[in-house]
């Protein structure tokens, strides 16, 4: 934890970051994520969530490289490989999105 925070404070600040964005404050969840990602670089979920709002404000090489930090800390996590597949699908780059995707069927072969 870079920032002297505690776990529990970068999981509130994630999990406020959350409402947020579906009432489309998005800015503001931004912030929420940052913050939490400041406390505890090793949450994989406030990176996803992070590039989450990267990807809908279209700023989508920046969203590739958060949802990778998300895949590098936990391999498993299916959400940060489907936003990364749909990234790569919106920049073109559909062989490597379609490796993306493959791998989301391998960790989980009923996702859809």
């Not at 999981?11 to 406020?16: D, E, F």
């Not at 990176?47 to 990267?54: A, C, D, H, I």
């Given at each position: 934890m870079s920032s002297g925070g505690f776990p529990f404070e970068a999981?509130?600040?994630?999990?406020?970051g959350v409402p947020l964005v579906q009432s489309g404050r998005m800015?503001?969840?931004l912030e929420a994520f940052d913050g939490a990602i400041e406390d505890d670089p090793a949450l994989?979920?406030?990176?996803?969530?992070?590039?989450?709002?990267?990807?809908a404000e279209e700023r989508y090489q920046e969203a590739l490289?958060?949802?990778e930090k998300a895949i590098a800390i936990d391999p498993s996590f299916t959400h940060p490989l489907t936003g990364k597949g749909y990234v790569l699908c919106t920049l073109k780059r559909y062989k490597e999105a379609l490796e993306a995707f493959k791998r989301v069927l391998k960790i989980n072969p009923s996702a859809d």
């Open positions: 999981l509130h600040k994630c999990l406020k800015q503001e969840a994989a979920s406030s990176w996803y969530n992070k590039g989450f709002v990267l990807c490289e958060t949802f």
